[in-house]
């Protein structure tokens, strides 16, 4: 079972240190976050590895729906820091006074602004509405520009966007006199 497959790799590394790496010997609170949602999709545990800047993205991607919902994968998130509540209710941490470890606060920390859920049952409630104004990006640094695409045969001639000049101030009347400027 998921659950079960889950709790025994966060067993197994209970007690490595909070760290920025991303393995066995120890992880930060995205990694663990990022290592559950991995194995909860079936993907391989220390693959494809997010933060809470692009948490969002890659939760939808491993078919998280926003909002929370009972009996489900939940992932709560701020700019800075991120945790799991497991099916069951039991919270997962690391970061939270030490490494990874079985408690601490888990999704539902009032810190945290976003939260994202997996079903783990086809009866789970509909997707809550995304955030008002769009996915919320935090701590993102912009990627890099696609590389222009490589002449082709024909290249496109630029347009030259000229303009008229602008029509002369029109003449006072013969009876009117000059206007000042």
């Not at 990694?31 to 909860?40: E, P, T």
């Not at 391989?44 to 009996?71: H, M, Q, V, W």
């Not at 799991?84 to 970061?95: E, F, I, K, R, W």
């Not at 520009?145 to 001639?157: I, L, T, Y």
Request: proline share 18%; charged share 15%; glycine share 12%.
């Amino acid at each position: 079972m998921l659950l079960e497959t889950i709790m025994t790799l966060v067993q197994q590394m209970s007690g490595t240190p909070y760290s920025h790496g991303y393995s066995p010997a120890g992880t930060d609170c995205s990694g663990l976050a990022s290592l559950v949602s991995n194995v909860a999709t079936d993907r391989p545990a220390f693959a494809e590895r997010f933060n809470t800047g692009n948490e969002e993205s890659a939760l939808l991607a491993r078919g998280f729906k926003y909002g929370t919902a009972p009996g489900a994968l939940v992932i709560g998130w701020n700019g800075g820091h991120t945790a799991v509540t497991l099916p069951d209710g039991t919270p997962v941490s690391s970061g939270e006074g030490g490494g990874v470890r079985v408690g601490g606060g888990g999704a539902y920390q009032s810190q945290f602004k976003h939260h994202m859920y997996l079903p783990v049952d086809p009866d789970a409630p509909a997707d809550a509405p995304p955030p008002p104004f769009g996915p919320v990006l935090v701590s993102v640094v912009a990627p890099e520009p696609p590389a222009p695409p490589a002449p082709g045969p024909d290249p496109v001639e630029p347009v030259q966007n000229e303009l008229p000049p602008p029509p002369d101030p029109t003449p006072p009347a013969p009876d009117e006199p000059p206007v000042a400027a």
